[in-house]
Every structure is written in structure tokens, then in C-alpha cells.
């Protein structure tokens, strides 16, 4: 798997098939602007981010249309944790993202942007987590 990082950070241009078919353009469960930082040149620069069915894509523009290009995607379910991160960054209304071997920062406008963020994403964490598959949940009622 290419790092969070990479992925994220537009290192590797994402392809269709990262995008399983998700609908980017349409009906996001939660879009807006975020300001993140990049892995090389750790600059910070304002795009616009889209969470949608367990992806995180962004984009340097908020009109997106089905010809649009994610310069992009997180698939939610490789992250383990997503946290303020004030104290981190010494910058307010930062949070950041986490999988197992990076973590990306993003800073969002107001106190209840970064909350509805942390909300949204942490949400859809627990959703597309492949920690526990519909094949491994035992019914205990069923059993004799």
C-alpha cells in the first residue's frame, strides 16, 4: 500500500480504481475547507476536502463535478485515529489524522468545523474499519 502520505499528498496521482466507484461530485456526507500540510515542504496550503462512503478526497477547488480530478484520496478505513492536534501544532483548530505508520495535520476555519471534522471522520472510521468483518461476528444466540 502506497503511505498515507503519498497518497494524500498527490506524491502518486490517484486512479480511478482508488475511488470504488464512489461519487465524489454528489451528495458528500461532509465537505469544506481545510488547510493541511505537506510531506516534503511542509508548507500549508487551503483545499477542499470531500468525505464520502469511507474516502477522504481533496481537491485545490470547492467546484467539483464528475470530471473533476482528486488531487487525493485517504481510504478511512487504513486510518486508526483522528484527534485535535493544538498542542501538537501550536496552531488552533488543528486536528490530525492517523494510520499506523504516518499521520497527516489539517486546520480547519472555527472550533465547530474541527469538532464536525473529528465527528465525521471518526465516524466513518468505525463504519469501513476492517477490524471486524460481517464474516467474523458470532451470534451467540444461534449457537446450541
Known amino acids: 500500500m502506497v503511505s498515507l502520505w503519498r497518497a494524500a499528498m498527490g506524491a502518486t496521482?490517484?486512479?480511478?480504481?482508488?475511488?470504488?466507484?464512489?461519487?465524489?461530485?454528489?451528495?458528500?456526507?461532509r465537505a469544506g475547507w481545510l488547510t493541511k500540510q505537506g510531506e516534503y515542504i511542509k508548507?500549508?496550503?487551503r483545499r477542499w476536502f470531500v468525505l464520502k462512503q469511507g474516502k477522504l478526497f481533496w481537491f485545490k477547488e470547492s467546484?467539483?463535478?464528475?470530471a473533476s480530478r482528486p488531487r487525493g484520496?485517504?481510504?478511512?478505513?487504513?486510518?486508526?485515529t483522528v484527534k485535535?492536534?493544538?498542542d501538537v501544532l501550536n496552531?488552533?483548530?488543528?486536528?490530525?489524522?492517523?494510520?499506523?505508520s504516518d499521520t497527516m495535520y489539517f486546520i480547519a476555519d472555527a472550533e465547530k468545523e474541527k469538532e464536525d471534522w473529528i465527528?465525521?471522520?471518526g465516524r466513518s472510521i468505525v463504519q469501513h474499519s476492517r477490524s471486524v468483518t460481517d464474516d467474523e461476528?458470532?451470534?451467540y444466540d444461534s449457537r446450541k
Request: charged content about 25%; proline content about 4%; overall charge negative.
Open 13 to 29: 496521482q490517484p486512479n480511478a480504481d482508488d475511488y470504488d466507484g464512489v461519487e465524489f461530485w454528489s451528495a458528500a456526507e
Open 43 to 45: 508548507t500549508w496550503r
Open 63 to 66: 467546484d467539483v463535478t464528475r
Open 73 to 80: 484520496v485517504i481510504p478511512v478505513a487504513d486510518c486508526l
Open 84 to 86: 485535535g492536534a493544538e
Open 91 to 100: 496552531r488552533q483548530f488543528a486536528f490530525e489524522l492517523s494510520t499506523r
Open 119 to 121: 465527528n465525521s471522520i
Open 137 to 139: 461476528i458470532l451470534d
